[in-house]
């Protein structure tokens, strides 16, 4: 059974700061993975997304790598911003190829002005 | 391109009543799924919909249900409403058949059971 777990919970740094957050997967059989924020109540925006053969997706200020092998992900914000203040959540397929998604809690990110 | 839309924003129940939750997938998806948020935690897989059918289920009673219509927009329906169900209700879209699938989220239902 294919289980998430993304460490710190909560993080609060000050602005311009460069930070990572940490994604952790049991199954390395996966075909993708995909970051996501989500602001306080509201819905999911996708960040990024990195296929099983990629090892590294920048956006802009993003960037997130895979370590398949290892069972790890990580997303690198640089230059942090306030306006970067929001949960980030990592998400794996299960196994198989199969569109259900598997979800760490996330992690809250605070940056201070 | 509209995204994936859903409605209602917010809906307050009663214990043992019924409730139908609303999504329009975005523009050319085909496939659409649906998941429960709790406060403080990460997303739990409900069920998936694609060509009308239920494809996959996840650990959720017979009490959550759900359709999909011709046009790909999709229904979930919650009977028997316990406290325990509220939650925020995400819809995601995507499209059949690519193990490189992205999954684009709407804005979510809020639903809090009294």
């Known amino acids: 059974k294919q289980e998430v777990t993304q460490i710190p919970a909560a993080l609060s740094v000050p602005e311009g700061e460069n930070l990572v957050l940490n994604c952790s997967f049991t199954?390395?059989?996966?075909?993708?993975l995909q970051w996501f924020r989500q602001d306080p109540g509201k819905g999911l925006t996708s960040l990024l997304l990195?296929?099983?053969?990629?090892r590294e997706q920048t956006s802009g200020r993003l960037n997130a790598s895979l370590d398949k092998s290892s069972g790890r992900s990580t997303l690198y914000i640089a230059a942090s911003q306030p306006g970067d203040s929001a949960t980030y959540l990592c998400?794996?397929?299960?196994?198989?190829?199969?569109?259900?998604?598997?979800f760490g809690k996330g992690t809250k990110l605070t940056v201070n002005p | 391109d509209a995204g994936v839309t859903q409605s209602p924003t917010h809906l307050i129940k009663t214990r043992g009543q019924q409730v139908t939750l609303r999504c329009s997938p975005k523009?050319?998806?085909?496939?659409v799924s649906w998941y429960q948020q709790a406060l403080g935690q990460g997303p739990q897989f409900i069920f998936q919909?694609?060509?009308?059918?239920?494809?996959q289920r996840g650990n959720f009673p017979d009490r959550f249900s759900g359709h999909q219509f011709p046009n790909y927009s999709s229904e979930l329906n919650v009977n028997a409403l316990l406290l325990g169900d509220s939650a925020l209700y995400l819809c995601?879209?995507?499209?059949?058949?690519?193990?490189?699938?992205?999954?684009?989220f709407g804005p979510g239902t809020r639903l809090t059971v009294l």
């Open positions: 523009s050319g998806h085909d496939t």
């Open positions: 199954d390395s059989a996966i075909y993708n």
């Open positions: 995601a879209s995507s499209l059949a058949g690519r193990s490189y699938n992205e999954q684009f």
């Open positions: 998400a794996v397929p299960t196994q198989g190829g199969s569109e259900k998604l598997v």
């Open positions: 990195i296929q099983s053969s990629q």
């Open positions: 919909y694609y060509e009308e059918e239920e494809r």
